[in-house]
């Protein structure tokens, strides 16, 4: 190969590399993403309300009993939406403790009873037993029920949801508790005629 075309095939890469590089220019250029007014990643939050609380985004099914969520819940959905607790809890019998404690008959149970788990100071002087108002108001929102709580999970808001992990705590239980008549169920039902 003698020097001349040597000096074409160089020639031809070097081409090829301006081209490129030209090219890149232009398409950052033409394409280039704006340029924001403040760095960082905006974060969507809550709005607040003047004094100071989370607006609800459903305040329509916040405010309906347990009970009457209850009618309508689901163990086989509560078993789905309670994989997210299964984390820290167990759900069978004589299952251990993990972080929190086994759950297997928590419904009617004396709060902060499970043998071998030791529970927040703020929890053992709640008292009384597990009702299902108090399990939803604890699912809820831990730390507003029991503040001070070690549970460090953040609540679920949604009352559906909650209703069906209830149902599926009661569900696991040599006793499960019978589930509590709804008022606006029991009413439709005794408006209505014998037939």
Same mark, same amino acid.
């Given at each position: &190969?003698? +020097? $001349?075309?040597?000096?074409?095939?160089?020639?031809?890469?070097?081409?090829?590399? &301006?081209?490129?590089?030209?090219?890149?220019?232009?398409?950052?250029?033409?394409?280039? #993403? #704006?340029?924001?007014?403040?760095?960082?990643?905006?974060?969507?939050?809550?709005?607040?309300? %003047?004094? =100071? =609380? !989370?607006?609800? !985004?459903?305040?329509? *099914?916040?405010?309906?009993?347990?009970?009457?969520?209850?009618?309508?819940?689901?163990? @086989?959905? =509560?078993?789905?939406?309670?994989?997210?607790?299964?984390?820290?809890?167990? $759900?069978?019998? =004589? *299952?251990?403790?993990?972080?929190?404690?086994?759950?297997?008959?928590?419904?009617?149970?004396? @709060?902060?009873?499970?043998?071998?788990?030791?529970?927040?100071?703020?929890?053992? +002087?709640?008292?009384?037993?597990?009702?299902? *108002?108090?399990?939803?108001?604890?699912?809820?929102? #831990?730390?507003?029920?029991?503040?001070?709580?070690? &549970? +460090?999970?953040?609540?679920?808001?949604?009352? +559906?949801?909650?209703?069906?992990?209830?149902? $599926?705590?009661?569900?696991?239980?040599?006793?499960?508790?019978?589930?509590?008549?709804? %008022?606006?169920?029991?009413?439709?039902?005794?408006?209505? #005629?014998?037939?």
């Amino acid at each position: &190969m003698d +020097s $001349f075309e040597l000096n074409k095939i160089l020639g031809a890469v070097l081409f090829t590399c &301006m081209l490129t590089l030209a090219l890149n220019i232009t398409a950052g250029a033409v394409f280039a #993403p #704006p340029k924001p007014e403040k760095p960082g990643y905006e974060i969507a939050v809550p709005e607040q309300e %003047a004094g =100071g =609380g !989370a607006k609800e !985004a459903a305040p329509e *099914e916040a405010e309906k009993p347990i009970a009457v969520l209850l009618a309508s819940a689901d163990p @086989k959905r =509560g078993a789905t939406a309670a994989k997210k607790c299964a984390a820290c809890h167990t $759900f069978g019998k =004589g *299952e251990p403790n993990r972080v929190g404690p086994n759950l297997y008959g928590v419904v009617g149970r004396a @709060k902060a009873s499970t043998p071998g788990f030791s529970y927040s100071d703020a929890l053992k +002087s709640k008292g009384g037993t597990w009702t299902f *108002e108090d399990l939803s108001a604890f699912i809820a929102n #831990p730390k507003a029920f029991a503040p001070g709580t070690k &549970m +460090s999970y953040a609540g679920d808001r949604r009352g +559906s949801d909650r209703a069906d992990i209830i149902a $599926f705590l009661n569900q696991n239980s040599d006793n499960p508790q019978p589930l509590p008549q709804a %008022a606006e169920g029991a009413g439709a039902q005794q408006g209505k #005629p014998a037939q």
